[in-house]
C-alpha cells in the first residue's frame, strides 16, 4: 500500500485531495497528511482566507499542514517523520529544492494543468483558453530542480471547444488527474512509467496573471477579447473602465457575444447602448456586452446595466482598467 502526502494550493488541487481521502477511506493507499499554504488576507477589508485547498479540509474537519515555506526545513523535518512514498504536488505556488524532492521513496509527483513542455508556469488554463488551443489537459511529471522541468510520466488531454471558462476547466482537469492519479502513481512505483524527458525546442513559459494583466484592449479583434473574457475568470478578470455622469468607473466583464461589425467606429466606441443589446466596437468585429460586475456590486445582464444608467452610453469611448 502506498504512503502519500499531498501540497496543494489552488482550485485543482482540490478534487486529488478528495480522491485521495476517499482511497485512503477504501483503503487503497495510506493519506500521510496534506499540506498547503497559510491563510491570506483577501478582498477589500483583507481578511485572511484559506486557500481552496484549506477551506476544502476545513469542511472535511481534516488537520492540515500549513507551510510559510517549504524550504525551511520544518516541512523537511515533518516529511522524514513520516517517510512517505510518493509527494504528491498540485498547484501548491512553491518550488522545492533537492532535498525535499529527494525525500519520498518513489520521488515527487506535480500534477501540471498543461500539455507539456507548452505552458510551463503558473498560469497554464488562462493561457491555453486566451490563445484558443484545441486542447489542454494534464501532466502527472517527475519534480525536479527547476520551473515544470521534469520528465513526464503521464498525459491526459481534454479537447477544447472554444466556449470554456477558467475556473469551471481548472476543476475539469483537477477531476480528470484524480481519476487516474492511483493507477498512474502504481506503476511509476513499478517501475512501468520510465517517463519521458520533455524536448526543449517545444517549451514555452507563463508567468503569474497580474491584475493589469485584465485591462481589455478594445484595438484586438472581437474573438480575442471574448477568449480572454474566459480565461480571466476568476482572476484577475477582463476589466474596462467608463465615464459615466462625469464619474470614472471601472467594470468588470463576465460574457460577451462576438457580432459582426459593420461601422467603421473606433475602437472601444459603444454603437448600440439600448434594450437590444449593448455593442462595443472592437479590432475586428464587435462585442455585445452581456454580462457585467460594476464596482462594488454583483453580476447583472448588459441590459439590466443600461437600465440603471442616467445617460446615454451610445458613442461614449471604453478603455481597458483594472477593478
Not at 304 to 310: T, W
Amino acid at each position: 500500500m502506498l504512503r502519500i502526502y499531498m501540497l496543494g494550493s489552488g482550485p485543482i488541487a482540490v478534487p486529488v485531495l478528495d480522491k485521495l481521502l476517499a482511497l485512503a477511506e477504501a483503503g487503497a493507499i495510506e493519506l500521510l497528511g496534506a499540506g498547503t499554504q497559510p491563510d491570506r488576507p483577501a478582498g477589500r477589508k483583507r481578511q485572511l482566507m484559506p486557500t481552496p485547498v484549506g477551506a476544502f479540509a476545513a469542511g472535511k474537519n481534516l488537520a492540515i499542514d500549513k507551510f510559510v515555506s517549504l524550504n525551511d526545513g520544518t516541512a523537511q523535518a515533518r516529511l522524514e517523520e513520516l517517510k512517505p512514498d510518493f509527494l504528491v504536488v498540485v498547484s501548491y505556488g512553491q518550488l522545492l529544492k533537492k532535498p525535499l524532492l529527494e525525500l519520498p521513496r518513489y520521488g515527487c509527483v506535480n500534477v501540471h494543468a498543461s500539455l507539456l513542455p507548452r505552458y510551463r508556469g503558473a498560469s497554464p488554463i488562462a493561457h491555453a483558453i486566451a490563445n484558443g488551443d484545441e486542447a489542454t489537459g494534464v501532466c502527472f511529471m517527475d519534480m525536479e530542480v527547476g520551473l515544470d522541468c521534469g520528465k513526464v510520466y503521464r498525459t491526459l488531454t481534454r479537447k477544447l471547444d472554444g466556449t470554456e471558462y477558467a475556473d469551471t476547466l481548472e476543476l475539469e482537469l483537477g477531476e480528470l488527474a484524480a481519476g487516474e492519479l492511483l493507477d498512474t502513481l502504481e506503476k511509476i512505483a513499478a517501475g512501468e512509467l520510465p517517463g519521458t524527458v520533455q524536448d526543449p525546442a517545444l517549451v514555452t513559459m507563463t508567468t503569474k496573471l497580474k491584475k493589469r494583466d485584465g485591462a481589455i484592449d478594445w484595438n484586438l479583434p472581437a474573438a480575442a477579447i471574448e477568449a480572454m473574457i474566459r480565461a480571466y475568470t476568476p482572476w484577475p478578470g477582463a476589466t474596462f473602465t467608463l465615464e459615466l455622469n462625469g464619474e470614472v468607473k471601472t467594470l468588470m466583464l463576465t460574457r460577451a457575444t462576438i457580432l459582426p461589425n459593420t461601422t467603421a467606429a473606433t475602437p472601444g466606441t459603444v454603437v448600440q447602448a439600448d434594450r437590444k443589446g449593448w455593442v462595443v466596437a472592437c479590432g475586428q468585429d464587435a462585442l455585445q456586452l452581456d454580462e457585467v460586475i460594476p464596482p462594488g456590486k454583483k453580476a447583472m445582464t448588459g441590459s439590466n446595466y443600461l437600465n440603471g444608467c442616467r445617460e446615454s452610453l451610445t458613442g461614449k469611448i471604453l478603455t481597458g482598467g483594472c477593478a
